[in-house]
């Protein structure tokens, strides 16, 4: 009987997530990376603070292509990147994503 051995293969980034350069505070962001490849596992970092980013109420990741950030806040700004790996051991990561916010105008000024 003869071993195959199937050749280890990096995933293929197709679309890198975009910067967002105006995230509102208080307002939801999203970041979208996708990756061809199978059974593909999707990290998320803060690359500001080298910190994986946890699935909790305000920040869904789990293992998606899709990073969602309820309720921007200050201490959110900063680069994030993501990590795409597989079962074969290949693994390639997204160019940085910058997210910067700008206040949210609650109430138009007063002339």
């Known amino acids: 009987a003869q071993l195959r051995l199937s050749p280890c293969t990096i995933p293929q980034i ?4 975009h910067s967002l350069e105006d995230a509102i505070l208080g307002e939801p962001a999203e970041f979208v990376v996708k990756a ?11 690359q500001t603070t080298k910190e994986l ?12 292509q899709i990073l969602c950030i309820d309720k921007v806040k200050p ?4 680069y994030y990147i ?17 997210l910067t916010t700008i206040p949210q105008i609650t109430e138009e000024p007063h002339s």
């Open 14 to 17: 197709t679309e890198e997530p």
């Open 53 to 64: 980013l946890p699935n909790e109420k305000r920040v869904s990741v789990g293992n998606t």
């Open 82 to 98: 993501c990590n795409i790996s597989n079962t074969t051991g290949g693994s390639v990561e997204t160019n940085p994503a910058q």
């Open 36 to 46: 061809n490849g199978s059974h593909l596992t999707y990290t998320w970092y803060h």
């Open 75 to 78: 201490s959110d700004e900063g």
